[in-house]
């Protein structure tokens, strides 16, 4: 039973581009949204997240959008570039006991080409 | 200022063996949190720890595997009579808070059971 759900295994787009990952979730007592970055052999390392209160959020080349009443959230990367080939991780929290709870996606393998 | 430091980094098992995977948290934080993924899959909740404290391990198989976060030093996950099934990464995360903000992870031990 996935909650968070990251359909599109890989994505591979062009240096400068636009990078749109994709991520739904069926749980709606979530209400807190990360997106994690995993390069090979490390652990993740957070990106950026958005609260159920927002429908964007951004920092940089970064941007952050949930669509509360689909249960879709999307990270837009512009322009995209080389360094930010990893792989994507979706993630979220719900309020209540268990808060510190992070459900993840499977993932998207990001690959920006020069 | 270091980060979240796991070791081993990689850990080679025979079945029926017992691994340790240790796990110290960023300077300042006391609440710890395993993950384990699978080949292919995303992240999964194990346990949270807070010293002394085991919060929720309600993601951590009943038989086999148990953690702890002593007063003085790491967190440690055993499992003991490991099984190929447990092949796995595991990742340790810290935060200052239990309950808001992102986790800050380590770059995980790999497990394999031979």
């Known amino acids: 039973d996935q909650q968070v759900k990251q359909n599109s295994p890989s994505l591979s787009v062009q240096e400068g581009r636009i990078s749109i990952l994709n991520c739904d979730y069926t749980n709606s007592m979530f209400d807190y949204f990360l997106w994690y970055k995993k390069y090979p052999a490390e652990g993740p390392t957070f990106l950026i997240s958005i609260s159920s209160i927002k429908d964007k959020n951004e920092d940089g080349r970064f941007t952050v959008f949930l669509n509360k009443s689909a249960k879709h959230l999307s990270l837009h990367i512009v322009p995209s570039q080389p360094g930010d080939s990893a792989v994507y991780f979706c993630?979220?929290?719900?309020?209540?006991?268990?808060?510190?709870?992070?459900?993840f996606g499977k993932g998207t393998l990001l690959t920006v080409n020069p | 200022n270091a980060g979240v430091m796991q070791n081993p980094r990689h850990l080679v098992r025979r079945r029926g063996q017992e691994a340790r995977l240790r796990c110290s948290p960023m300077k300042g934080h006391s609440h710890v949190y395993w993950y384990r993924q699978l080949p292919e899959e995303g992240l999964k909740f194990m346990v949270y720890l807070q010293k002394e404290n085991i919060i929720d391990e309600s993601g951590m198989p009943k038989e086999r595997f148990s953690a702890e976060f002593p007063k003085e030093g790491p967190s440690i996950l055993r499992i003991q009579q490991v099984v190929r099934g447990d092949s796995a990464a595991y990742f340790c995360a810290s935060s200052p808070l239990g309950t808001d903000g992102e986790l800050f992870f380590g770059e995980g031990s790999r497990l394999t059971v031979l």
């Open positions: 993630a979220a929290k719900g309020s209540g006991g268990s808060n510190y709870k992070l459900t």
